[in-house]
């Protein structure tokens, strides 16, 4: 997946030829670029960036300072490229296009997973990403220390308001579920979306889930109900949850929080690509 995201990215980039690079260089030309740090933040990417040059120029060569998860500083040099000096300027918007944007995500999964240590909450992401890069931005979110919630809709069953409004309920809707699973003997787990106190004695009842999602309840609501959900199922707290309200929820005893601002609305990090001779 992460090679077609590369190869279609390059083929919209480049399309017939990078002519800013075939007009004043030769073909012969090399060169050197280091990827430099202009800001504070948690790099993610490089293994990626490693890939770009290696599809698109197997003759150039990566020397790594910096590994992804590492914290880097204004000036701090990640790794340097070597080789022919056109393969370097074609690929070089992509590879800071994709590692701005994932060391943003890994930057801000970073910053939320430290406000939240000392509680057992654990922080994942959403399938609110943009749409082709999805496993790029889910990397980032491990690479910062999040978890990843379901890849798609093929690798969990996840019953939100919707799903249940229209089968009538919590409970026709797991059960519908589980016999859906038995039926075509597929290995995934279910998760319920609950709007109530009573939807979730519903849902406890019912039995057969994997996880209880609580949906935009405040820490006090979730300080009740949370006591009510046994340990054999887990319990997600995800809406309306903010980096200034995210400790309230983690000291409710959730066992996770998903927060689609990780990948849906971060700021990419200032990265550089600067030639030298």
């Given at each position: 997946m992460i090679d077609d995201i590369i190869l279609n990215a390059l083929k919209e980039d480049i399309g017939?030829?990078?002519?800013?690079?075939?007009?004043?260089?030769?073909?012969?030309?090399?060169?050197?670029?280091?990827?430099?740090?202009?800001?504070?933040?948690?790099?993610?990417?490089?293994?990626?960036?490693?890939?770009v040059f290696e599809l698109y120029d197997s003759n150039l060569s990566t020397e790594v300072f910096l590994e992804d998860g590492s914290e880097v500083t204004v000036g701090s040099i990640v790794l340097e490229v070597s080789g022919k000096a056109q393969s370097i300027l074609s690929t070089e918007r992509l590879v800071l296009n994709i590692m701005q944007r994932m060391s943003g995500i890994a930057t801000k999964t970073r910053q939320i997973v430290n406000q939240i240590k000392g509680t057992n909450?654990?922080?994942l992401d959403?399938?609110?990403?943009?749409?082709?890069?999805r496993q790029l931005e889910k990397m980032a979110v491990v690479i910062g220390g999040g978890m990843n919630h379901r890849f798609g809709l093929f690798d969990m069953i996840m019953l939100k308001?919707?799903?249940?409004?229209?089968?009538?309920?919590?409970?026709?809707?797991?059960?519908?579920?589980?016999?859906?699973?038995?039926?075509?003997?597929?290995?995934?787990?279910i998760e319920v979306e609950i709007r109530t106190k009573s939807e979730l004695i519903e849902a406890v009842s019912t039995?057969?889930?994997?996880?209880?999602?609580?949906?935009?309840?405040?820490p006090n609501e979730l300080r009740d109900l949370v006591p009510l959900i046994p340990d054999s199922i887990e319990s997600e707290a995800s809406g309306g949850i903010t980096e200034s309200t995210i400790l309230?929820?983690?000291?409710?005893?959730?066992?996770?929080?998903?927060?689609?601002?990780?990948?849906?609305?971060?700021?990419?990090?200032?990265l550089s690509l600067k030639a030298y001779f």
């Amino acid at each position: 997946m992460i090679d077609d995201i590369i190869l279609n990215a390059l083929k919209e980039d480049i399309g017939d030829g990078d002519h800013s690079s075939l007009s004043c260089l030769k073909d012969t030309d090399l060169g050197t670029a280091k990827l430099i740090a202009k800001e504070k933040g948690i790099l993610a990417g490089v293994e990626v960036a490693k890939r770009v040059f290696e599809l698109y120029d197997s003759n150039l060569s990566t020397e790594v300072f910096l590994e992804d998860g590492s914290e880097v500083t204004v000036g701090s040099i990640v790794l340097e490229v070597s080789g022919k000096a056109q393969s370097i300027l074609s690929t070089e918007r992509l590879v800071l296009n994709i590692m701005q944007r994932m060391s943003g995500i890994a930057t801000k999964t970073r910053q939320i997973v430290n406000q939240i240590k000392g509680t057992n909450a654990r922080i994942l992401d959403t399938r609110k990403t943009t749409p082709g890069i999805r496993q790029l931005e889910k990397m980032a979110v491990v690479i910062g220390g999040g978890m990843n919630h379901r890849f798609g809709l093929f690798d969990m069953i996840m019953l939100k308001d919707n799903h249940i409004d229209f089968v009538g309920g919590v409970r026709n809707a797991i059960e519908q579920s589980k016999a859906y699973v038995q039926e075509m003997d597929i290995p995934v787990e279910i998760e319920v979306e609950i709007r109530t106190k009573s939807e979730l004695i519903e849902a406890v009842s019912t039995g057969g889930i994997k996880r209880i999602l609580l949906d935009n309840f405040t820490p006090n609501e979730l300080r009740d109900l949370v006591p009510l959900i046994p340990d054999s199922i887990e319990s997600e707290a995800s809406g309306g949850i903010t980096e200034s309200t995210i400790l309230d929820y983690a000291k409710t005893g959730v066992d996770f929080i998903s927060m689609g601002a990780l990948t849906h609305s971060v700021k990419s990090l200032d990265l550089s690509l600067k030639a030298y001779f």
